[in-house]
């Protein structure tokens, strides 16, 4: 099994629809991260949770929403897609030290 | 704030050639930098890493070395392989904005045979 595993690999949903995306993590690692990969614009981060009960807004938090189920599990929400959240998104774990261990993505699509 | 950005891409090779991605950050103070490699429908793994001015990141044939004086970065290897064909991407991590890493825009590298 991955270390990161993101739920689900690909997904098409229409305009204003809520969508939910999972993550989940072996590593036992206590910070968790949601970032957005668009072309040309590299990652950029969308939230990031160092334990349950602390959740940051990264730089592009709008239009998103997170949830730490558990140390294990953080969630990233869309309340109410719009076709320019169409992106690849990764979610990612640390240490706080220097390695980031990255899920494998998810590819959503906004129509 | 602190920001990374790589040379535009894409970039073209034949097996063998030598590779050179240039990557420049902003930042205060002292970061540490990091070279990520993306290959096709994967996330990202860390390919190598400097914490310190003058360090030297190596892994896999690839080169990077911490410059302070020109702020940067470059990736470098000697000889290519078609198996090197990925998306690149250089980022920053200070501690005091916990541990968050900084990308680049990302250059895409395809080697031809």
């Known amino acids: 099994d991955a270390d990161v595993t993101q739920t689900p690999r690909n997904r098409i949903t229409k305009t204003g629809k809520r969508i939910m995306l999972e993550c989940s993590q072996t590593?036992?690692?206590?910070?968790m991260y949601w970032y957005r990969q668009d072309p040309g614009l590299g990652l950029r981060l969308i939230y990031y949770?160092?334990?349950?009960?602390?959740?940051n807004k990264g730089e592009i938090s709008d239009g998103y929403s997170v949830s730490r189920q558990a140390q294990a599990k953080f969630s990233l929400s869309l309340e109410s897609a719009i076709p320019n959240q169409t992106a690849l998104y990764f979610c990612?774990?640390?240490?706080?030290?220097?390695?980031?261990?990255f899920g494998s993505g998810t590819r959503l699509t906004v129509v | 704030g602190n920001s990374v950005t790589q040379m535009e891409g894409p970039v073209t090779l034949s097996e063998e050639a030598f590779l050179t991605i240039n990557c420049t950050y902003t930042?205060?103070?002292?970061?540490?930098l990091f070279w990520y490699v993306q290959y096709p429908g994967e996330g990202l793994q860390l390919l190598l890493k400097?914490?310190?001015?003058?360090d030297k990141g190596s892994n896999k044939g690839f080169e990077a070395t911490y410059r302070k004086e020109t702020t940067s970065f470059h990736l470098e290897k000697g000889s290519v392989q078609v198996s090197d064909s990925a998306v690149y991407f250089c980022?920053?991590?200070?501690?005091?904005?916990?541990?968050?890493?900084?990308f680049g825009e990302g250059t895409q590298l395809t080697v031809n045979p």
């Open positions: 990612a774990t640390s240490t706080g030290n220097y390695g980031y261990t």
């Open positions: 590593k036992g690692h206590d910070r």
């Open positions: 949770s160092f334990d349950v009960k602390d959740i």
């Open positions: 930042a205060t103070g002292y970061p540490s």
């Open positions: 400097a914490t310190k001015a003058d």
């Open positions: 980022a920053l991590r200070k501690e005091t904005s916990g541990s968050r890493l900084t």
